[in-house]
């Protein structure tokens, strides 16, 4: 199982040079888990310099993987998660879910540096 955090997400979507490190585990659509989260911040990042059509579209492919929502259970996971890593609430959430399910956190996030279960793709 692979989750890739919103960051990954618009390399991949934007078709950067670096895409290609995120695409294998986004193009494995049965393994991929979207955390709703995600979805916001790839949203709130798209609308900032694409038309909302296209804004759809990308989000459509995201929805390809298993969407994961933000339950109770699930936030209080990442409260937890937070305290013990020093993460941001969004960061918190998206990496808890990875653990919930035991999947591979794929991130260029420095935060996430040195975590359990963590493909980490440093920038250049």
Known sequence: MN????????????DTARADLFAG??????ALLV???ALFE????LTRSLP???VKRCLDVMRLGRVLDLTDARAVAA????????LAMTDAA????????????WTQDVDY????????????
């Open 3 to 14: 989750v890739v955090d919103s960051s990954g997400w618009i390399e991949y979507l934007q």
């Open 25 to 30: 585990a986004i193009e494995d659509r049965q």
């Open 35 to 37: 955390p709703t989260i």
């Open 42 to 45: 790839v949203h709130k990042v």
């Open 52 to 54: 909302p059509a296209l």
């Open 79 to 86: 409260s937890t998660v937070a305290a013990q890593h020093k």
């Open 94 to 105: 998206m990496y808890s879910m990875a653990l919930e399910f035991e999947a591979t956190f």
């Open 113 to 124: 540096k040195g975590l359990s279960g963590v493909q980490y793709c440093a920038k250049a």
